[in-house]
Every structure is written in C-alpha cells, then in structure tokens.
C-alpha cells in the first residue's frame, strides 16, 4: 500500500474525481477526511469507504471552516500527511454576459478556498513536525486553454497552479511538495451536462488524441503518486490528464 497509515484531508470529497480520490487514498491505506457541503452525498460517501474515512460538511471558503478540517485530522488520527485541495465550481457565461457575483463565486472557492485549505493543512503538517507532507491541488486544462464562457473557471485554475509553484518553494524547506493536477475532460456529472448531446460530444472528442473521456479513477491513481514517496523529488508541477489534449493542433477523426 502507497499511502499505509498516512492521515488525508480531501475537499469537494461527495462525489466526482474528489470522491475518486477519496476512495482510492482508502484503498491504498490511508485515514481519509472527506468535506464537501454537500451534507447527505458526503455522509454516504464516508459510509461506504468504511472505518478509515470519516466526513465534514464544510465550506471552504470560509476561514474557521478550513482551519476546522486541519484540526480535525490532527484529533481523529494525530496528525495530517497529505491535503488534496479539490473544492470548486464551475460558472459558464460569456465576456459580456459574466456577472460580478459568478466571477466571485468561482474565485471565492476556487482560488481562495484553496488558498485557505492548504495554509491551514500545512501550518498542521509544519506543527505537527511531518517532513515529508504533500499538498495537492486541482488545476485544469483550462489553465493553458482559453474558452469563451469559462473567463472566470480558466482565471482560477491559472491562478491555482501559480498558487502551487509559490507554495511549493515556500514549503520546501519544511519537507512538504505542492504540486497540481489538470484534468482534461473526465468523465464527471458536470461533463456529462454536455456530453450528453451526441454532437457536442463528438465535438469533445474531436480534441482528445485518445479519442474517450478520462475516468476519475485515472485522474485519482495520479493523486496517489504525487502524495506518495513515489514522488518525494517531485514539487511545483503540474500533472495534466488530459489524453493528450494539450499536446494537439489540429481535431481527430472520431469513428461513429
């Protein structure tokens, strides 16, 4: 097991690649602390991951609730080796047509909820005397890649993979790596609002060399190692899972 008896705080944990990384830190054997707001999708999700996992409802945006997690970890189990920094939101809307209160709201969890999670983990993890922590955060394609309706999603992954790099060099010292992960399309109940529709899935698809959507379980595995000892020289990257999207300059045929 990769990740035996390390302590985990995992945000956005009640469903999607949150909950994939959740179960997956589980199997490899670590104590795992699910938070999400979503109170009854958390509660069940704790549940089935057994007497390792355990759950909090909490907003990360606010700072008391994320020094709140941290706190917990340290009661429950005595510690905290490893924080992924899941927690987002997506608000889609043209230039133009972008409000004040989506562009916050997107900032507010994404970047700042991010911000408040890892400083709180790793001021644990420092306290605490952990030498070899992992913070890991959640980028996006989006981050290199401009779309017309996703102005203020794109601004926050970009900010949070700056966030990473500075945090990274901050914590080096302290023997704690920071480092991102920037899923392409994966397959998750937001894509799926698309991908739904046979033409905009093609469209999709069109953009990925491999030709399918990413599974949250391969963005989740990517998780393990970047926690794991596997990556102890690893710091201030970003891992994209991206079936190849980034690497492309042109569209694929896909097959009917």
């Not at 009661?75 to 920094?85: K, M, S």
Request: with cysteine.
């Amino acid at each position: 097991m990769k990740l035996r008896d390390k302590v985990a705080l995992v945000t956005g944990a009640a469903g999607g690649i949150g909950l994939a990384i959740a179960r997956r830190f589980v199997a490899e054997g670590a104590y795992v602390l699910l938070a999400d707001r979503k109170t009854a999708e958390l509660t069940a999700a704790a549940r089935a991951l057994g007497e390792r996992a355990a759950a909090s409802v909490a907003d990360v945006t606010d700072p008391a609730a994320a020094q709140a997690l941290a706190d917990d970890c340290v009661t429950r189990w005595g510690g905290l080796d490893i924080c992924v920094c899941n927690a987002g939101v997506i608000r889609a809307a043209d230039f133009l047509d972008l409000t004040l209160e989506d562009l916050d709201a997107v900032m507010n969890v994404n970047v700042r909820g991010t911000f408040l999670v890892a400083q709180a983990a790793a001021r644990a993890m420092v306290a605490g005397g952990r030498r070899n922590g992992a913070i890991v955060t959640l980028s996006s394609m989006t981050a290199e890649l401009a779309m017309p309706d996703q102005l203020a999603y794109g601004a926050s992954k970009g900010a949070v993979r700056q966030m990473t790099k500075s945090m990274a060099l901050s914590l080096a010292p302290h023997g704690i790596r920071v480092n991102a992960i920037g899923p392409g399309s994966i397959d998750t109940e937001i894509l799926a609002t698309i991908t739904s529709d046979p033409v905009a899935r093609r469209t999709v698809l069109s953009r990925i060399p491999m030709q399918r959507l990413g599974q949250t379980d391969e963005v989740a595995k990517v998780a393990v190692f970047l926690a794991g000892d596997d990556a102890s020289y690893v710091t201030g990257q970003t891992v994209y899972v991206d079936g190849g999207r980034l690497a492309l300059n042109y569209t694929v045929a896909v097959p009917d």
